[in-house]
């Protein structure tokens, strides 16, 4: 525990990293306004959603569409040529028109799609069911595929119209996780370099503390990148609900439309966690990855260029390779968690965000190996000067 | 109390080539302070790699002997060469945890590091952080390092790297100080850090010793090979690239030359007194 609080006292504790984390978050709370600015919808797009918003059923149509008619027949009774003054006490945007407008080609849509979602997934269980007669006993993959689909969708139903874009705009925002990997790399690229410059590993190697040394530094690693996650997403969450709210999230994930066809039965909020225990493990891996560079070399300076090299070649790679394949890909819930997408695992169906999952789990593990084997050696090779 | 390091041997070998660090090393020391003199390259550093621990050895032994305790890995203070620390720590905090990774506590380690810090002359200073220390005060700290828990064996490689003649006068009297019940091992190029403090010098070479005793026995074993002679400033040059010079000083236009010679090296040289020094030319040549 005293070497866990030193290895934070040498690593975290510095005005240096306070700085860069000051830095980052105003660049990241800056790019997350511009991110709500340009994905986000607009104030009264929201504000028609949080009106019409609640349980489903036809008197809501019926609602929206008395609503919408009288919105119309007050737009048309106003003069053109008559300056146009916004009143929000009287209507929801602003004027009649907008109302209007907004209540035709926003809220009637996502009405439509909440309400009429069952009728999509039931054609969809219907054509599982027709995939799994047509393909039993020929291609036991494809059966796999509908039978799995038939058994995550079966039952799917919106009983609400919700406000999302708080969590929509959180899901789609990489940049937080960004900042946060280039903090680990500040931090952690010269975890165990800075030993041998110091020349502090071999005091620690003549007592034998190699070993508790490593678990200490790692187990700052694995508190930094928690802490550091969850410290920027409350920030994201903070920028886009300072605009919409923090919104519906006791709706499943499909309520939101670019989510119809995910494979996750959790509601918004659940899918929030993930997102942040996902981002965490992304980062996880990233740190092992530097914590692993920090053992090639003692010189400090090399050891952070290398780190950024690894670490913007990894980018790179996973913007090459099968999204599912790189532990990177885990910071976008969209691209992990919109469609069912499945490998082919012996002729059966098994979902690409499991494997995702698999492959960061065990490279971490492999690095983690790698770094304790380079780290904690029971002597040096040999005398370095 | 005794450290016996019994035929240790040590090579490494890189791509093809084969090299002897250590060759059947063989020293038994007590109380006092050993220094280990050699070139660059000598094995210093191997032989005190391997004796604490940090690398292994490829065959020989070491015995300790306290009163029948024989763990000296846990009586042992180290100070690595070219040592160098956190900057954002305190001098404090920094004893505070060479105390945890050595896993000796005390009843009050605020006080015990304050105490630890007096001895080298760092109290006042144990509140500041290190990266404002000059080089001298980070070569005490090192030192104070290497006293925590009160070891029985203290080792120090190449301590006086880059200090200052005032520094390393304060590091001399800090070693020997320290020194009166414990075995302390000193190992540098440098002849002056040893030459006021070391009871038994041991010269090494190419990974063996090549001579150990009292710098009396040294000194006597280059006796009449020391001579002292002046030169014009023109002949110095060329005194120094044809023979074995160990000082020269400047006298008035005049050098007074002392050279490591086995004959009379020139007309006018006269015998003299051998120092370190003078034994460290003879054995090594220029270090």
Known sequence: ?385 | MELRLNGITKSYTKGKKHRNALEDFTLTMTEGVYGVLGPNGAGKSTLINIITGIISRDSGSIVFDDNGNHDYLSHLGFMPQGMDFYRNFTAKDYIKYIMTLKKYKTADDNAYALDILGKVNLREDADRKIGAYSGGMKQRLGIAQAIIGEPKVLIFDEPTAGLDAKERIRFRNVISSLAADKIVILATHIVTDIAYIAKTVVLMDKGKIIQYGTQEELCADAAGKVWECEADSSEVMDCMNRMRVSNAVSTGGKYTLRIISEDCPMDGAVKAEPSLEDVCIYRFGDM
């Not at chain 1, 700052?220 to 802490?227: E, G, R, S």
């Not at chain 1, 439309?257 to 493990?281: A, D, H, K, S």
């Open chain 1, 1 to 385: 525990m005293k070497l866990f609080i030193y290895e934070l006292k040498k690593n975290i504790f510095r005005v240096s990293l306070l700085v860069l984390t000051v830095i980052l978050m105003a660049v990241n709370i800056y790019k997350a306004m511009e991110e709500r600015r340009f994905f986000g919808e607009t104030r009264a797009a929201a504000a028609m959603t949080d009106y019409f918003g609640g349980e489903l059923n036809e008197e809501k149509f019926a609602e929206l569409n008395e609503y919408r008619a009288r919105m119309e027949q007050e737009a048309n009774a106003i003069d053109g040529s008559e300056e146009i003054e916004y009143d929000y006490e009287r209507y929801i945007t602003g004027t009649a028109a907008g109302d209007a407008s907004y209540a035709e080609s926003d809220i009637k849509p996502k009405m439509e799609y909440a309400y009429l979602y069952r009728n999509t997934v039931l054609d969809y269980l219907a054509l599982a069911d027709e995939n799994i007669a047509f393909y039993d006993g020929k291609n036991s993959y494809e059966t796999s595929y509908a039978q799995l689909a038939k058994q995550l969708y079966s039952g799917r139903i919106i009983k609400s119209l919700g406000q999302y874009n708080t969590p929509r705009l959180y899901f789609d925002y990489e940049f937080s996780t960004l900042a946060v990997i280039i903090l680990v790399i500040f931090v952690f690229s010269s975890a165990f370099s800075s030993e041998r410059a110091t020349g502090t590993d071999r005091i620690i190697i003549s007592n034998k503390r190699s070993g508790s040394v490593f678990w200490a530094k790692h187990f700052t690693l694995y508190l930094f990148a928690a802490a550091a996650v969850i410290l920027f997403s409350v920030s994201d969450i903070i920028v886009f609900a300072q605009k919409y709210g923090i919104g519906t999230l006791d709706q499943p994930l499909f309520a939101i439309q670019e989510y119809q066809f995910t494979p996750l039965n959790v509601t918004v909020l659940g899918v929030m966690l993930i997102t942040l225990v996902l981002r965490i493990l992304a980062v996880l891996f990233v740190g092992e990855v530097i914590m692993v560079v920090s053992t090639v070399t003692k010189n400090i300076g090399a050891c952070i260029a290398l780190s950024f090299g690894v670490v913007g070649a990894l980018v790179l790679i996973s913007e090459f390779i099968d999204p599912y394949l790189s532990p990177i890909n885990l910071v976008n819930t969209r691209s992990m968690f919109k469609n069912l997408d499945c490998y082919d695992i012996f002729g059966t169906a098994v979902p690409c965000q499991l494997i995702t999952l698999l492959i960061a789990v065990v490279l971490i593990l492999a690095l983690h190996v790698i770094c304790y084997l380079r780290a904690v050696p029971k002597r040096l090779k040999e005398a370095d000067k």
